[in-house]
């Protein structure tokens, strides 16, 4: 394990990686594919908390800087991560997963609030909690919403699956000869802007000490070989 004794995670998945080859919007196929990744690392007898982005159907900065208010934006971007905790709650049902969303805005016909010790009891069951809406508030990121649910549900480490395979000194798309840390403390990160999670983030998680794990989860089977010490991944943590 790559956390020793991590018994409770939390993924956090950028709403991106639900669009699969798509430009935009949500791929089924996709979405199952995720599923199973989540399946499996719970079939190793972790408890799982997720929480997804909104960024592949709608982001409050896109639309500010298009002359949208801010606030009203970033209530579309915390609708838009419902949209995909549902999505991904059917494709873990169908695999015979069982599942609760609760969300920060609260959406009675389709989902629970935000409820802590209830979802303390879906993990006890057993059940994958999917927690939407992040924080609930605008001028937060889903990535806030992760190390605060992290937090507050007590996970070992915060598992950040996205399109790349860890974090760099520079951006790797644009610089071939960019380096990716094996680990990295929470200060460096900060210090240097690292693209890792938004600042609120990395910081909350630095004064909870939890872990973040950065990882691709575009390759099948990686989460699981990340969670065992196989995979490629960085570590954000207290000491490098
Ligand atoms: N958002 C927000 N408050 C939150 C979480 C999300 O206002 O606590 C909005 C914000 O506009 C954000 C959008 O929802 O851009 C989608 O979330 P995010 O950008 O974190 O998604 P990701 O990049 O992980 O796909």
């Known amino acids: 394990m790559i956390v020793p004794s991590a018994r409770r995670i939390l993924l956090k998945l950028s709403g991106e990686v639900l669009m699969g080859n798509q430009q935009f919007g949500i791929d089924p196929a996709t979405v199952a594919e995720l599923a199973q990744e989540v399946k499996d690392a719970k079939d190793t007898g972790l408890e799982i ?72 009891r879906h993990l006890e069951k057993g ?8 924080v609930g508030s605008p001028y937060f990121t889903t990535d806030s919403g992760a190390a605060l649910r992290a937090a507050e549900m007590k996970c070992d480490v915060l598992m950040k699956g996205t399109s790349v395979d860890g974090v760099y000194d520079s951006d790797p798309k644009k610089n071939p000869e960019a380096s990716r840390f094996g680990t990295v403390t929470y200060d460096r ?49 207290e000491e490098a």
Not at 62 to 84: E, S
Not at 127 to 134: K, L, T, W, Y
């Open 127 to 134: 059940r994958v909690v999917i927690f939407a809406a992040g």
């Open 189 to 237: 990160v900060l210090a240097d802007n690292l693209k890792v999670m938004d600042a609120s983030a990395v910081a909350l998680c630095r004064d909870n000490a939890i872990p973040i794990v950065v990882f691709s989860i575009r390759e099948k089977g990686n989460l699981a070989r990340v969670l065992t010490g196989e995979g490629v991944q960085t570590i954000v943590k």
């Open 49 to 120: 908390c997720l929480v997804i982005g909104g960024g592949n159907i709608f982001r409050g900065m896109a639309g500010a800087a298009q002359g949208m208010d801010r606030a009203q934006a970033d209530y579309m971007g915390m609708l838009a991560t419902i949209m995909n905790a549902l999505a991904m709650q059917n494709a873990l049902e169908q695999l015979g997963v069982s599942t609760r969303v609760q969300s920060a805005i609260q959406m009675d016909a389709v989902c629970e609030p935000v409820i802590r010790r209830r979802a303390e």
